[in-house]
């Protein structure tokens, strides 16, 4: 599945399905670094994520013995499933190269840093999460934050207002 342009021409970048986004994620968090990961899924979970269900809220990715797992993601069982039924909260392993385990191990160990998943999307009818490497912002940071997107907002009000001469 490859995006194209209104002339009718492909583009190199595959279109992303997004099924599920954690909008809170940059609010809580200074993002540092974003990983593409794939996630190893049984079948009722994939059928469940075409289906356009899955929630990203509390969901966070620890690395043990060497391999990236994400938990808390909640994929809800498929609705036409049987037995075979999925645990909607079950552990799901990430599957990165070794270099990026290898370095996440080090900067999550270095410094005071947490892996967050941003989304969950579809790309070549492959689920991939995108995975945040981020420092928890304090309240005051927050407050910060909002303050400097107020202020963004009131410049450019303005400056719409005086581009339309009022």
Do not use: C
Not at 12 to 21: H, L, R, T, Y
Not at 26 to 46: C, F, K, Q
Not at 99 to 117: E, F, M, Y
């Amino acid at each position: 599945m490859v995006a194209k342009k209104a002339a009718g021409k492909r583009t190199d970048k595959p279109a992303k399905q997004i099924i599920a986004s954690n909008r809170k994620a940059r609010h809580n968090y200074s993002i540092l670094d974003v990983y593409e990961a794939g996630v190893a899924l049984v079948g009722t979970e994939v059928k469940s994520l075409r289906a356009g269900q899955a929630s990203l809220v509390d969901a966070f990715a620890t690395v043990d013995d060497g391999e990236v797992w994400l938990r808390n993601m909640h994929i809800p069982e498929y609705r036409h499933g049987s037995w075979t039924n999925h645990d909607p909260r079950r552990t799901r392993k990430l599957l990165l190269h070794r270099r990026q385990i290898d370095t996440l191990i080090g900067k999550i160990r270095d410094g005071n840093l947490t892996l967050v998943p941003l989304s969950v999307y579809f790309t070549e009818g492959k689920v991939k999460v995108e995975l945040a490497l981020a420092r928890g912002k304090q309240a005051h940071d927050k407050r910060q934050d909002l303050a400097r997107r107020d202020a963004q907002r009131e410049v450019s009000r303005a400056l719409g207002r005086r581009a339309k001469g009022m």
